[in-house]
C-alpha cells in the first residue's frame, strides 16, 4: 500500500508524504540542492505531523531525504539574503525552523530518520529530533557553524549534548568538520549503521518491527523519555504515570497476554 495523504495534497512540492500500511513517509525533496531546507518546507513541515499523528492508520514515522546524495544538507542558503539578511530576518527564520523542530520532536508517535549521504547543520538538528537514527555506510554528518561564523543557540546544542553527551557535542562544534558514519557511530548519533543499498528495506522492517507492537506503550515510553530530559520544573509526571495506567486499562493489554498464552503473534489496535 502506497497512498499520499489527501489532506496534505497542496504542500509545496518539496514535501513528499505517503502513507505504506503502519508507515508514514515524509520526504524532503529538493535533491538539486542536497535536500537543503527551504522556508516552505520548514512551514510544511508541522501541517505534515499533524496529519501523519492524527491518522489512526500510521505508527511510525520516517523521514528522509531524496535522492541518494543527502538527507537534509542544512538551509537552503540560496534564501539567506532575502530571509536571513537581517537581525529581524533572522529572528523570523528561527522561529519558523523552531516550530518545524519542536513540533518533530513533541509527536507523540515514534519517528525514525533515515539517513544517507550529508547530514549537515539544520538537517543534523532534524535527524536529533527522531527518535532512532538508521544510516547508511557512505553517510556524512557535520555542523558547520565554526566555519560559516554562526551562532547556534542553547536548544540545538542541547539537543546533540544529550545524545552524543558534552564531549562528543564540543568536539562536533569545535571542528565544523565532516564525521564519517562509523564515527558517528562510536559516538551514538545514529542507531543503525546498515550498507547503503539495504538502508531503505532495513528501515521499513525496523519501523515495521515497532509497528507491530503495542502502540500505547510505544507512546507512553516515549512520552517518558522526553520528559527525562526534560527541565525538572517542566517535567509532567502526572501525564507520564496516567501513560502507564492507561496501557494497563487498555484492550491491548488484555490481548498482549492472551496471545501471550495462546502461543500467537498479538494483534494490537492502539486502545
Known amino acids: ?82 530571509r536571513r539578511g537581517t537581525m529581524e530576518a533572522v529572528k523570523e527564520y528561527n522561529a519558523i525552523a523552531d516550530h518545524a523542530n519542536d513540533r518533530l520532536q513533541a509527536c507523540s508517535k515514534p519517528v525514525i530518520a533515515m539517513i544517507r549521504g550529508f547530514c549537515i547543520g539544520g538537517g543534523l538538528g532534524l535527524a536529533l529530533g527522531a527518535d532512532l537514527r538508521i544510516a547508511s555506510e557512505d553517510s ?27 564531549s562528543f557535542a564540543a568536539e562536533i562544534f569545535y571542528t565544523a568538520r565532516r564525521f564519517s558514519a562509523k564515527e558517528a557511530e562510536t559516538m551514538g548519533l545514529i542507531n543503525r549503521l546498515v550498507p547503503a543499498d539495504r538502508l531503505e528495506q532495513y528501515t521499513r522492517d525496523y519501523a515495521t518491527v515497532i509497528a507491530e507492537n503495542a502502540p500505547m506503550t510505544v507512546q507512553s515510553v516515549k512520552l517518558i523519555v522526553k520528559n527525562i530530559h526534560a527541565d525538572p520544573a517542566e517535567r509532567d509526571l502526572a501525564a507520564c504515570a496516567q501513560s502507564v495506567e492507561n496501557c494497563f486499562a487498555s484492550e491491548d493489554y488484555k490481548e498482549g497476554r492472551t496471545a501471550f498464552m495462546e502461543k500467537r503473534k498479538p494483534q494490537f489496535k492502539g486502545r
Not at 11 to 21: A, H, K, Q, S
Open 140 to 166: 556524512q554528518f557535520s555542523v558547520p557553524a565554526a566555519k560559516l561564523g554562526l551562532g547556534y543557540r542553547f536548544s540545538g546544542i542541547k539537543r546533540l549534548s544529550d545524545i552524543v553527551g558534552p
Open 1 to 82: 500500500m502506497n497512498d499520499a495523504l489527501p489532506a496534505l495534497q497542496d504542500i509545496t512540492e518539496r514535501m513528499i508524504v505517503r502513507r505504506e500500511g503502519p508507515l508514514g513517509w515524509v520526504v524532503f525533496n529538493q535533491p538539486a540542492r542536497h535536500n537543503a531546507m527551504s522556508v516552505d518546507m520548514w512551514e510544511a513541515l508541522p501541517r505534515i505531523l499533524d496529519a501523519l499523528e492524527a491518522d489512526p492508520q500510521i505508527r511510525v514515522i520516517i523521514i528522509t531525504g531524496a535522492g541518494e546524495k543527502a538527507f537534509v544538507s542544512g538551509a537552503d542558503i540560496s534564501q539567506f539574503g532575502e
